[in-house]
């Protein structure tokens, strides 16, 4: 498949610098603000034509390399068991949070039916058959802990003290869980690729939470779990780890095939090691807010990113922000970052 993210993956010449945005389908467009006029975030997610339909917006707007299916990494908590939904100005609620053996006994499903999730597979086929072939579709799960996270705050949160607490105060629930979500994101990863995800990627988005080591032990065996799973079908996968640099430099290619970096990642610092993941591609890490700035600082910032890989990695780089794209940046600004990738010779 000569698709130019593929080719990154494998340090493989392309004709054209790989470029695509985490969050790159949302409420920054007008064409996603009014839909969501008419459907709740959760209706767009599970009605396949819909979901098909804000994958592709992005697609139709800007010169961009990949879409990634619209969906969202709590979504898999229902089969497991929680309801999800989304408070206006509250982000994410899960019922109810898991925080006690007995919570995890009584309402958590040990064999979950991930067909409850079939229309996630179903918008990806939809998607798959409209999309060129040389376009990526990127389907993606949240990493085990990010998701745990939810499970047992049951919302978003700022200090992780429910999730911290059983983590040193019953490490044996903490990995039952961690277990159980690592064994679900498997089938459900697979059965994106069946359904037509070209690669995959996994968010651990809140995985900074933890000091460096406790990530090390407690969250990383996961992840090559995952990896070794992924690659055992036959699919390619990217790793988010979050925002803290020293949990990025314990990646290597037994955890992933792309390393996404994040924007408080000092590409200089970072790179500046001798062991580095051999073999690794990596993906960012433009920080979404300078979107905000005047076009000649949008564009120097996008080059510098451009040139530091052509010099250090050429061809295994995948241009993105480093997180998620944010509802009150400019489009303008987008096509100002994507027109310089299209500029530039590498
Ligand atoms: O990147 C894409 O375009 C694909 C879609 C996607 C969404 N969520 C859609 C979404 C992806 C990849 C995600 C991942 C996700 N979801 C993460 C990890 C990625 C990251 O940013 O680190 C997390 C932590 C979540 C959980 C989640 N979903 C939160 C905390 C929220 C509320 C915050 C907010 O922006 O309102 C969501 C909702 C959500 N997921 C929206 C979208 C487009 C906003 C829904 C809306 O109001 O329109």
């Known amino acids: 498949m000569n698709q130019p993210l593929l080719n990154a993956i494998e340090g493989k010449e392309s004709s054209r610098y790989p470029v695509w945005f985490l969050r790159q389908a949302g409420r920054y467009l007008p064409e996603y603000r009014a839909l969501k006029e008419k459907y709740s975030f959760l209706e767009m997610c599970q009605n396949p034509k819909i979901a098909a339909e804000v994958t592709l917006q992005p697609l139709a707007r800007f010169d961009l390399d990949a879409a990634i299916i619209f969906a969202d990494i709590l979504l898999p908590l229902v089969p497991l068991g929680q309801t999800l939904n989304f408070k206006k100005d509250h982000g994410p609620l899960l019922i109810p949070p898991i925080r006690t053996e007995e919570d995890f006994e009584n309402f958590i499903s040990k064999t979950p039916s991930l067909e409850d999730l079939n229309y996630v597979g179903e918008a990806l086929n939809l998607v798959r058959a409209k ?168 564009r120097k910032q996008t080059r510098e990113i451009l040139y530091f890989f052509k010099e250090k990695y050429p061809k295994r780089h995948i241009f993105n922000v480093g997180h998620g794209l944010i509802p009150e940046i400019p489009i303008s600004s987008l096509e100002k970052v994507i027109d310089e990738i299209r500029l530039f010779r590498f």
């Not at 979500?181 to 498997?186: A, D, F, G, P, Q």
């Open 131 to 298: 999309l060129p072939k040389e376009k990526s579709l990127i389907g993606f799960a949240g990493a085990p802990f990010t998701v745990a996270t939810y499970m047992i705050e049951g919302s978003g949160t700022k200090n992780f003290h429910h999730t911290k607490r059983m983590l040193f105060g019953d490490p044996s629930l903490f990995h039952k869980i961690m277990s159980l979500l690592c064994e679900s994101t498997k089938t459900y990863l697979k059965m994106q690729a069946e359904a037509g995800a070209d690669l995959l990627m996994l968010f651990d988005s809140w995985a900074s939470a933890v000091s460096p080591m406790d990530y090390k032990k407690h969250i990383l065996p996961y992840i090559k779990e995952l990896k070794t799973e992924v690659e055992s079908f036959g699919k390619k996968l990217i790793y988010y780890p979050g925002q803290n640099p020293q949990n990025a430099s314990f990646i290597t290619k037994r955890h992933c095939d792309v390393l996404h970096l994040d924007w408080h990642i000092d590409l200089n610092l970072f790179f500046n090691k001798e062991d580095q993941g051999e073999g690794l591609s990596y993906q960012g890490n433009l920080d979404p807010q300078i979107l905000f700035a005047k076009e000649e600082d949008i």
